[in-house]
Every structure is written in structure tokens, then in C-alpha cells.
């Protein structure tokens, strides 16, 4: 049984740093790509960014290139989206994700497994 569990949102002035994690179990993730997403309230899930387990390579969002990373350890099966330079519409749940995929989706359908969710406030 696939299980993706988010730790590490919480509260956080603008312009500061927070580092998400996602642990994934139940299988290895080679071969799969993990996303990350994020939904504000009253909003559509929204893509954030995304990495093919096996090779690295990552995408973003526009709004997030430049201030957010995601990377992943192999040995801990973790992937990590470090936040940094955080602003007030970053407010979101934070939700990580896997896809049976090596192409690097931004699309929330082609993602099988979801965590439930970790909660990230930014104070202005």
C-alpha cells in the first residue's frame, strides 16, 4: 500500500524558509514522478513543481522558479520542497504526490497517489 505523508508546513513570516518533506512507502519510486501542489482556500489545486524520481530533473511553476527547490534522497525515500523567500499568496495546503510517469506532469489527473495535506501560512 502506497502511503505519501507531508510533514513540516506551518507558520511563517514573508520572506522567510520552510522545508516540506514527503514520505513516500509502500513501493520504490523509481520510475515515478512526485509532484507538489498547493490549494488556497476557495482555489483550484494549483501545480507547483515536480521531479522524475530517477534522473532529478525538475519543473515549476512560473510564480515559484527561482525561490522554491524540490529535491528528493533515495535512501530515505523523501522528496523535499525547499520554500524560500516566502510570500503572503504562498498561503496554501501543500500536497505531494506520485505519478506512474517518467514525463514530467503539471496535470493533478495524471497523479495516482496524494498525501493528505500540510498547511503553510505566510504573514505579511
Known amino acids: 500500500q502506497v502511503q505519501l505523508v507531508e510533514s513540516g508546513g506551518g507558520l511563517v513570516q514573508a520572506g522567510g524558509s520552510l522545508r516540506l518533506s514527503c514520505a513516500a512507502s509502500?513501493?520504490?519510486?523509481?520510475?515515478?514522478?512526485m509532484g507538489w501542489f498547493r490549494q488556497a482556500p476557495g482555489k483550484e489545486r494549483e501545480f507547483v513543481g515536480t521531479?522524475?524520481?530517477?534522473?532529478?530533473?525538475?519543473r515549476y511553476v512560473d510564480s515559484v522558479k527561482g525561490r522554491f527547490t524540490i529535491s528528493r534522497d533515495n535512501a530515505k525515500n523523501t522528496v523535499y520542497l525547499q520554500m524560500n523567500s516566502l510570500k503572503p499568496e504562498d498561503t496554501a495546503v501543500y500536497f505531494c504526490?506520485?505519478?506512474?510517469?517518467?514525463?514530467?506532469?503539471?496535470?493533478?489527473?495524471?497523479?495516482?497517489?496524494w498525501g493528505q495535506g500540510t498547511q503553510v501560512t505566510v504573514s505579511s
Open positions: 504526490a506520485a505519478s506512474r510517469t517518467t514525463v514530467l506532469t503539471t496535470i493533478p489527473s495524471n497523479y495516482f497517489y
Open positions: 521531479i522524475n524520481w530517477s534522473s532529478g530533473s525538475t
Open positions: 509502500g513501493r520504490t519510486f523509481s520510475g515515478y514522478v
